[in-house]
């Protein structure tokens, strides 16, 4: 008995030694203290406090309250919102190490999702896509790319002559060819790719799976086992759907371009080229999951930024006139713009900035979660935390002393104004490890649809029957990954005779 009780004194005093080692390790780490927030409620957090459209503009009052770096925690979720340049620059780019993962959701995860580039774990899955990636939309690569561009941008403005009223669809199937081409080399003479609705459909899927509280289940893990049979619990059956159709549109583009290929019929892409290397080394698994990374990256974040665009020319018509001056000065009215203009186009490529920062793409950045614990700025950041860059807070910069609600390319130009607004280069296309490798791609497509359609189209608000112009606000999509106008209404014309006789006399020119 008495054994028994020394045994029991000393696990005692075992355990007690070994919670307060804990303890003293604990208070160490946590002699920082979090970053200043608002104040958590019981189980919820701050989940009330957060709106669900623009939450970017809550961030930034939020600023004003705590500064450049807010903690927040939302059912269960710690979030960090970074609120200033430096920070951001600081944390995802000089200690990306740490800040390179990306928040893992569980529904996300069952439907493959998480085997998608943007949205896969920081490790060598990621590395390996990346590298893959690299070496098809690099600064240098990309400029072969130049002439399916413009040929592509042709189209675009002989649909626009034809059926103006189309003007969305035609955007949408523009960006489409061009990353469809790039990526699997499908056709853009196709007039409407079988493929193009699915990857909008598989679009919509992954999108929703990757918001935090959209489904319950990624709040409340234990969801996930509770039997089929229970009422109203179709958490498996909507995740095994989800999985069918995004491995049904990840491979079978795949399978079309190996039967192509056999045939002889397939033009060089991405898939191609890496088919053809991998049947002499060893296959890529990833493949498949890499190209679908690319055209679903690729094709809404462009199209969404030509929305943009769309909708500043229709607001700010004098813009438009300044960009039309400029391309008639440099480029003339006998031929569209080409590539080899852009380095004498200041004013567009003015203009261009703009469209970044106007409305910029994503508010938020892309999400990061932090692998490991850190201390910043005397603060303790814990491991898990989900870090945002309020990138909407730096584009609202008044630095230029221009009203950050106009569209003034003019903020950008140092002949205009003592000191210029933020490079949106800095911020519009992430940050750091995780950076947009389709950057470049991307600002060419940009460039070319932009400064053709300047060219050759007047964009104006729409006007009704009598010629009186209608109410005009295209609403855009208030949350999430990325935000840009729902397709609008809008009012697309020819400048000139000449101009449709120039888009006509060249589309007789593509092949
Ligand atoms: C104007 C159009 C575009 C914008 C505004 C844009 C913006 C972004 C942003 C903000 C990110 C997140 C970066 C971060 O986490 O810091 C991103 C990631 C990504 N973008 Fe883009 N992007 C555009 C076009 C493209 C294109 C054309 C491609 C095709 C190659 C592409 C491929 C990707 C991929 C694969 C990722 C994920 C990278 C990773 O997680 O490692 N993007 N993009």
């Known amino acids: 008995m008495a054994l028994h009780a020394l045994d029991w004194l000393v696990s005692s005093l075992f355990v007690l030694v070994l919670w307060w080692i804990g303890h003293r390790l604990l208070r160490q780490n946590r002699s920082h203290s979090l970053p200043p927030g608002p104040p958590p409620k019981l189980l919820i957090g701050s989940y009330l406090d957060v709106p669900k459209a623009e939450p970017w503009k809550k961030f930034s009052q939020w600023r004003k309250l705590y500064g450049d770096l807010v903690y927040v925690q939302i059912l269960g979720n710690k979030l960090l919102i970074l609120n200033d340049m430096e920070s951001m620059h600081e944390l995802l780019e000089k200690r990306s190490q740490k800040y390179s993962d990306r928040p893992s959701f569980l529904m996300a995860k069952y439907m493959g999702i998480e085997n998608n580039l943007a949205f896969a774990s920081y490790g060598p899955y990621w590395r390996q896509a990346r590298k893959l990636i690299h070496g098809t939309v690099n600064q240098e690569v990309v400029k072969k790319y130049h002439s399916l561009q413009e040929n592509v941008t042709t189209k675009f403005l002989k649909d626009l002559v034809e059926c103006p009223s189309e003007i969305m ?135 969404g930024t030509m929305l943009v665009f769309i909708h500043a020319m229709a607001c700010f018509p004098e813009v438009q006139n300044r960009m039309r001056e400029e391309i008639y000065r440099v480029v003339g009215t006998d031929r569209l713009p080409s590539f080899a203009d852009r380095g004498r186009l200041p004013y567009i490529n003015a203009a261009i900035k703009e469209v970044y920062r106007w409305k910029p793409n994503s508010p938020l950045g892309a999400p990061r979660k932090l692998q490991d614990a850190d201390v910043y700025r005397g603060y303790y950041i814990p491991k898990g935390t989900i870090v945002m860059p309020n990138v909407w807070l730096l584009s609202r910069d008044q630095d230029s002393g221009i009203d950050p609600e106009a569209f003034s390319p003019e903020r950008f130009l140092d002949t205009h104004v003592k000191k210029t607004a933020i490079d949106p280069y800095s911020y519009a296309f992430g940050f750091g490890r995780r950076m947009c490798p389709g950057r470049f791609l991307a600002d060419n497509s940009v460039f070319m649809l932009v400064t053709s359609m300047v060219a050759t189209m007047r964009i104006s608000k729409p006007k009704d029957s009598h010629g009186v112009e209608k109410p005009f606000n295209p609403p855009y999509i208030p949350a999430g990954l990325a935000s840009f106008p729902y397709p609008f209404e809008v009012d697309i014309e020819p400048v000139s005779d000449k101009a449709v006789a120039v888009v006509k006399g060249r589309t007789t020119t593509i092949d």
Not at 228 to 238: C, D, E
Not at 257 to 271: H, L, N, W
Request: proline letters at 6%.
């Open 169 to 303: 669809t035609h955007l949408h199937m523009a960006t489409a060819h061009i990353i469809a081409s790039i990526t699997y080399g499908f056709s853009i003479d196709t007039p409407s790719n079988v493929y193009f609705d699915e990857f909008a459909e598989t679009e919509r899927i992954v999108l929703k799976s990757v918001v935090p509280g959209a489904y319950l289940v990624d709040m409340i893990p234990q969801l996930w086992y509770l039997p089929s049979w229970v009422p109203y619990n179709s958490i498996r059956q909507t995740a095994e759907i989800g999985r069918q159709r995004v491995s049904d549109i990840v491979h079978r583009p795949i399978e079309q371009v190996e039967q192509d290929m056999k045939q002889g019929a397939s033009p060089a892409s991405f898939v191609s080229d890496h088919l053809m290397e991998s049947r002499s080394e060893k296959g890529i698994e990833q493949l498949p999951w890499v190209a679908w990374s690319i055209y679903e990256a690729g094709n809404d974040t462009t199209s």
